[in-house]
């Protein structure tokens, strides 16, 4: 039995609702990567604590895993990390990638938040993978919309500045390139691994909120105007 170190260890650092999950399936795919799931927050969930995570994130970005991979690592929201400055110095030490998925319309972002939590309420499960399970439109109450706008992009700000103070390499992904040209996201990706480029097919994954928003919202016009005049007004119809 022969292990030894990992040419890429890596992490996807993210917040809810940037594709984080169909990128993850579609890089386990390739047969020289392997790529977990929030592994860390299911210890957080299990009250386990920082040292397991710390232990269980050790190890991951650590081994080959029987020298099949060239690279190895996992996705987490960063909410989740107990201790993120523990968690920072093993990245550091490891030399880790850092792959950083964001979503540049944050209107639709907390649109699909909510649709979400829709979804999570009717079949268990956060994302959409089956058309049977997709739900129709919904109304959205203006007060909570805002509420959640505010708080979402101050966590965004917060994983922006932890992941512009680790000094590693940095993969920035946006939700919107890899809605567009999804195959040459995971290029850009498997490059920056060290991997050989392959196609991948569709990772189970299907968008569970239309990118017309007045499809999925029953009081589109209502919510839109209370936007009017800010920069995120021109969010709703892109």
């Not at 989740?80 to 639709?108: E, S």
Request: with cysteine; aromatic share 10%; glycine share 8%.
């Amino acid at each position: 039995m022969i292990f030894g170190a990992l040419k890429r260890p890596f992490v996807l650092l993210f917040e809810g609702r940037t594709g984080s999950t169909h990128l993850i399936r579609s890089l386990d795919l390739h047969p020289r990567v392997r790529a977990m799931d929030e592994r860390l927050s299911s210890i957080l969930h299990l009250r386990l604590g920082a040292r397991t995570q710390h232990l269980w994130a050790s190890w991951a970005l650590r081994w080959t895993w029987l020298g099949r991979y060239d690279a190895c690592g996992f996705k987490t929201k960063f909410r989740d990390v107990a201790d993120p400055a523990g968690f920072a110095q093993l990245l550091k030490a490891r030399g880790a990638t850092v792959i950083h998925m964001r979503r540049r319309n944050q209107i639709k972002l907390v649109v699909s938040v909510l649709n979400a939590s829709r979804l999570r309420d009717a079949t268990g499960k956060w994302n959409l993978e089956a058309e049977a399970d997709r739900l129709p439109a919904f109304e959205i109450k203006i007060d909570v919309f805002k509420r959640l706008l505010e708080a979402r992009e101050t966590r965004d700000r917060v994983l922006e500045d932890y992941i512009g103070g680790l000094g590693l390499e940095v993969v920035a992904i946006d939700y919107e390139d890899l809605l567009a040209d999804e195959q040459g996201v995971f290029d850009r990706v498997f490059r920056a691994l060290g991997v050989e480029p392959i196609k991948i097919e569709r990772a189970g994954v299907i968008k569970g909120t239309s990118d017309d928003l007045r499809k999925a919202v029953v009081n589109f016009d209502e919510l839109r105007a209370s936007f009017a005049g800010t920069p995120y007004e021109k969010m709703f119809d892109e």
